[in-house]
Nanobody, 120 residues
């Protein structure tokens, strides 16, 4: 059974910081691309950042320079350090794991999400 469990969300003032964590179980974590997505009150779910199995990363333009994604394969965990938070970062943040095997079969899993609210 695959589980992705996010934690670390909460209420923070503009300019503040939060660090999200996502612990995965039931997958060969080191093989997966791990990502963070978010969905605001009136928005579609969007990609925030992802980190591949080789450690390379990609970020949405809206978070570049403020957010950092990292992973620790020893504890099957992906992190999202969020600095200089803005009102528009308010959203439910979801963890995603994705792997495309040699045959082309795709495995894609989602966590339940953690709420991040930026408010003064």
């Amino acid at each position: 059974q695959v589980r992705l469990v996010e934690s670390g969300g909460g209420l923070v003032q503009p300019g503040g910081s939060l660090k999200l964590s996502c612990v995965a179980s039931g997958i060969r974590f080191s093989l997966y691309t791990m990502g963070w997505y978010r969905q605001g009150p009136r928005n579609q779910r969007e990609s925030v950042a992802f980190i591949r199995d080789d450690g390379t990363t990609n970020y949405a333009d809206t978070v570049k320079g403020r957010f950092t994604i990292s992973r620790d394969n020893a504890v099957n965990t992906v992190y999202l350090q969020m600095n200089d938070l803005k009102f528009e970062d308010t959203a439910v943040y979801y963890c995603n794991s994705n792997w495309i095997g040699p045959s082309g079969h795709e495995s894609d899993f989602w966590g339940q999400g953690t709420q991040v609210t930026v408010s003064s």
